[in-house]
């Protein structure tokens, strides 16, 4: 099975935190996100199982597997909002866990499990979390935020009353709100049409090369994945069954593309 791990070149420590015994290590060629046996058990049920995988920087990953097969829990840790049973998962050197108010303000995320408050119009939602972010020029930054995803006809709407597609697009706003390095995406697409999700995808790309960000992002749309993704991580039952670019992997299990891959390991694994 290949892995992320065989793209990285060695280690070498280049920058610290400020204080003498720094909390987070940063290296140059480190990867952005380091996933390392990662697990997270509910009651007596594995959610998360012994998962590990890098993410190096300026890629953009595809986290795959299907329906509860522990993609939005592996995702949660990497945000610091779910603590892990074991192991950790890393973000520019920062234990999530322990350590992220050392690098929130690098990364973002959007996840449809995670609404923008509701009575706050949209305008609202994206001062707030400038703020939260401390982003500089915060206005301007909006006004380029409101022209890029086209939201001049909601902006003065109260988000929860918004359709499903419109909060998604507001909620990928708010996650590129403070130019992350690393950005987190569980489904980005999941409730936009055809249209609009190339639409955001495109955003997405363009954003991803402007700023040679890091973005792992969860899919059902594999034709999203092959679009978008330089490597794919696919999980099963809370494990990982397979890594790899998406070509490579069609060819490893002989398959035409990713979705017959999907769909003999979500037979097999
Ligand atoms: N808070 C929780 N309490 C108990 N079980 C949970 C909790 N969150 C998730 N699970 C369980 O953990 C497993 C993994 O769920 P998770 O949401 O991570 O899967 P997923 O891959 O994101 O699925 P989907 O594609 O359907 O969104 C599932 O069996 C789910 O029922």
Known sequence: ???????????????????AAPACIETDDAPAIAVENLCKKY?????????????????TVGLLGGNGAGKTTTISMIMGLVVPSFGCAKVLGCDMAKERHEVLSRMNFESPYVALPGRLTVRQ????FGRLYGVQNLRARIEELIEDFELGDVLDRATGRLSAGQK??????????????????????????????????????????????????????????????????????????AMGRPRELAERFKCRDLDEVFIYLARVA
């Open 125 to 128: 939602n994206l001062m707030v």
């Open 43 to 59: 009651r007596s049920h594995w959610a998360v199982d012994d998962a590990s995988f890098v993410v190096p920087k300026g890629w």
């Open 168 to 241: 998604t697009r507001v909620a990928v706003a708010k996650a590129l709100i403070n130019d992350p390095d690393v950005l987190l995406l569980d489904e980005p697409t999941a409730s936009l049409d055809p249209d609009r999700a190339e639409w955001v995808r495109s955003r997405l790309r363009a954003y991803q090369q402007r700023r040679d960000a890091t973005i792992l992002l969860s899919s059902h749309n594999m034709t999203e994945v092959e679009q978008l993704c330089d490597f794919v991580v696919i999980m099963s039952r809370g494990r990982v069954v």
């Open 1 to 19: 099975m290949s892995s992320i791990a065989q793209f990285i070149p060695g280690k070498r420590p280049t920058a610290t935190s400020s204080s």
